[in-house]
Nanobody, 123 residues
Framework: QVQLRESGGGSVQAGGSLHLSCVASGLTSAMCWFRQVPGKEREPLAAVPIGGRPNYADPVKRRVLVSTNNAGKMLNLQMNRLEPMNTAMYYC????????????????????WGQGTQVTDYS
């Protein structure tokens, strides 16, 4: 398993943008961003197989952009036109073995998780 460290959390406002980064201690085959709003289940946002195209969750796909670099050791997330009530913990996850593109948003298939970064909506 690799170690993951998220950064970029903080205060945001509805209508604004959010930029997060995740750095892995080793190589990965796929990385994914998840979000957990207090009192709700964790939900996927977007995933990228290294060398492949992103898979975006339907609820956010028109507002989210992810990118990777450094040979599968970094995953960036940009979320635009933030909606109200965005307070949540944002988690980065990764796995070493490849999986099918259709399975990229399944949280149970990720073996490494970061501690999360808190995003607070002050709207």
């Amino acid at each position: 398993q690799v170690q993951l460290r998220e950064s970029g959390g903080g205060s945001v406002q509805a209508g604004g943008s959010l930029h997060l980064s995740c750095v892995a201690s080793g190589l990965t085959s796929a990385m994914c961003w998840f979000r957990q709003v207090p009192g709700k289940e964790r939900e996927p946002l977007a995933a990228v197989p290294i060398g492949g195209r992103p898979n975006y969750a339907d609820p956010v796909k028109r507002r989210v952009l992810v990118s990777t670099n450094n040979a599968g050791k970094m995953l960036n997330l940009q979320m635009n036109r933030l909606e109200p009530m965005n307070t949540a913990m944002y988690y980065c996850a990764a796995r070493s073995a490849p999986i099918n593109w259709e399975e990229l948003l399944r949280s149970e298939l990720y073996t490494s998780w970061g501690q999360g970064t808190q995003v607070t909506d002050y709207s």
